[in-house]
């Protein structure tokens, strides 16, 4: 019997790579992307807008929400954390353009809409408050 045999590294890279292409392909959609009027407001003087891409049965998501929350409390009108709850059918068009496909899944864009970066996994409370002070430049 013999069985077929693949370069470990070649598939790692192919992932990363199919991975970026999607993820680059959703991200030039965000300058494009209509979003809720009461987000505009909420995004106009922020130096760093969220998306956070979640659902009210996720455990990660719910073990973040407290950490979002207190990002936003200290850096007031510089963070803006827009939460999209992919069990709304209203929401299903920005999971489609950003290409989302776990939750929790956070998009960090600056304020002329420019990405910065995405995560797509677990990450502990730490991780996001870290993640947001170096996006701050804190």
């Known amino acids: 019997m013999q069985f077929a045999r693949f370069n470990v590294n070649a598939l790692a890279f192919s992932l990363v790579f199919v991975s970026l292409i999607v993820s680059t392909a959703a991200f030039a959609e965000l300058k494009k992307t209509q979003f809720p009027t009461e987000w505009?407001?909420?995004?106009?003087?922020?130096?760093?807008?969220?998306?956070?891409?979640?659902?009210?049965?996720c455990a990660s998501c719910?073990?973040?929400?407290?950490?979002?929350?207190?990002?936003?409390?200290?850096?007031?009108?510089?963070?803006?954390?827009l939460n999209v709850n992919l069990d709304l059918p209203e929401n299903q068009r920005y999971a489609e353009k950003?290409?989302?496909?776990?939750?929790?899944?956070?998009?960090?864009?600056?304020?002329?809409?420019?990405?910065?970066?995405?995560?797509?996994?677990?990450?502990?409370?730490?991780?996001?408050?870290?993640?947001?002070?170096?996006?701050?430049?804190?």
Do not use: C, M
């Not at 290409?99 to 809409?113: D, L, Q, W």
């Not at 910065?116 to 430049?137: H, Y």
């Open 40 to 57: 505009k407001a909420k995004t106009q003087a922020a130096k760093l807008v969220i998306l956070e891409f979640s659902t009210p049965w």
């Open 62 to 81: 719910q073990k973040l929400k407290p950490t979002v929350s207190s990002l936003e409390k200290r850096y007031g009108k510089h963070l803006a954390v």
């Open 98 to 138: 950003f290409a989302i496909e776990s939750a929790p899944t956070f998009v960090f864009y600056g304020k002329n809409r420019e990405w910065k970066e995405r995560i797509d996994r677990d990450i502990t409370p730490a991780e996001l408050e870290g993640l947001v002070a170096k996006q701050l430049g804190q």
